[in-house]
């Protein structure tokens, strides 16, 4: 084996390079759906201010949700207004408990 641990080896057999296996066992081609769609009224907690001026942001299974007049750390209800591939739009319905 090679230094950097892969490639042709002493008796000639190849090594195949780390991210190969990883490319082959995870479908990097599979799209994954969001979860979340357009009119959802959901239950979340903002966890970080996006702007100055009113978006929030949350996120629900790693999907990035951008939830308008959020305030960090606020459990609130928002009905989800737009969809993308990797974030959505949401705007906040009501308080279910205020921030600590």
């Not at 296996?21 to 009224?41: A, C, H, I, W």
């Not at 007049?69 to 928002?78: L, M, Q, Y």
Request: contains cysteine; aromatic residues 8%; charged residues 30%.
């Amino acid at each position: 084996m090679n230094k950097k641990g892969r490639g042709p080896t002493r008796d000639g057999t190849r090594v195949p390079h780390p991210l190969l296996f990883f490319l082959l066992v995870t479908n990097v081609n599979e799209e994954k759906q969001p979860p979340v769609k357009e009119g959802d009224v959901i239950d979340v907690t903002p966890f970080k201010p996006a702007d100055k001026k009113e978006h929030a942001i949350a996120k629900i299974d790693g999907f990035v949700l951008f939830v308008k007049n959020g305030i960090p750390n606020e459990k609130c209800s928002c009905k989800v207004s737009e969809v993308k591939k990797t974030y959505a739009w949401a705007e906040r319905i009501e308080i279910k408990a205020p921030r600590q």
